[in-house]
């Protein structure tokens, strides 16, 4: 099994402010195969960043990812209030598929 | 639109059995992957297993392993999780979703409860 370590576990920022959140795989992943997701409290995630660098549908672009091999980085340019939740990191090239364990954006 | 509709969870004793299911609509059904990955409360998330556009298992989450079992009916647009021997650990909301190199659309979750 691939496991994906999120760095930091909690991160803490104003808006505006740039954040950098870190996957880590156990094992080479597939750049294919590396999503990111935003989870808000109540809500189901959403799909952010598909093959590992790739916006999906109406995302705004201040989110990017970037990464290969075994280190993926999601990047948010210039934080809105909108932004601060839960953002997790995924790989689905080999079963059993994983998530990381999270990363949680808050409100400095 | 797309949705993605759960049901049939629950509150079940441990040892007992329960069948979830996913009611699709919005998509072309049998063009897409499905999965099901279930949150514990306030723990990340979890993939439990998915199935390939025809039907071909991609795979199970160790920890279900030999208990559940995932399946898909084309026909009606769903896709199922047949849950046997439950255990306290399941105890989770189940989110259905859809995708293959990624999950573009995910359900609102049904809620499993396992206890006595």
């Known amino acids: 099994e691939i496991v994906l370590t999120q760095s930091p576990g909690t991160l803490s920022l104003s808006p505006g402010e740039r954040a950098t959140l870190s996957c880590r795989a156990s094992?080479?992943?597939?750049?294919?195969?590396l999503a990111w997701y935003q989870q808000k409290p109540g809500q189901a995630p959403r799909l952010l960043i598909y093959?590992?660098?790739s916006r999906a549908t109406g995302i705004p672009d201040r989110f990017s990812g970037s990464g290969s091999g075994t280190d993926f980085t999601l990047t948010v340019s210039r934080l809105e209030p909108e932004d601060f939740a839960v953002y997790y990191c995924?790989?689905?090239?080999?079963?059993?598929?994983?998530f990381g364990q999270g990363t949680k954006l808050e409100i400095k | 639109e797309v949705q993605l509709v759960e049901s049939g969870g629950g509150l079940v004793q441990p040892g007992r059995s329960l069948r979830l299911s996913c009611a699709a609509s919005?998509?072309?059904?049998?063009?897409?992957?499905m999965h099901w990955v279930r949150q514990a409360p306030g723990k990340g998330l979890e993939w439990v297993s998915g199935?390939?556009?025809?039907?071909?298992?991609?795979g199970y989450a160790d920890s279900v392993k030999g208990r559940f079992t995932i399946s898909r009916d084309n026909a009606k647009n769903s896709v199922y999780l047949q849950m046997n021997s439950l255990r306290a650990e399941d105890t989770a909301l189940y989110h259905c979703?859809?995708?293959?190199?990624?999950?573009?659309?995910w359900g609102r979750g049904t809620l499993v409860t396992v206890s006595s």
């Open positions: 979703t859809k995708g293959f190199a990624s999950f573009d659309f």
């Open positions: 919005g998509f072309t059904f049998d063009d897409y992957a």
């Open positions: 199935i390939g556009r025809s039907g071909s298992v991609l």
């Open positions: 094992q080479s992943v597939s750049s294919s195969y």
């Open positions: 093959g590992s660098s």
């Open positions: 995924q790989q689905c090239g080999t079963s059993p598929y994983t």
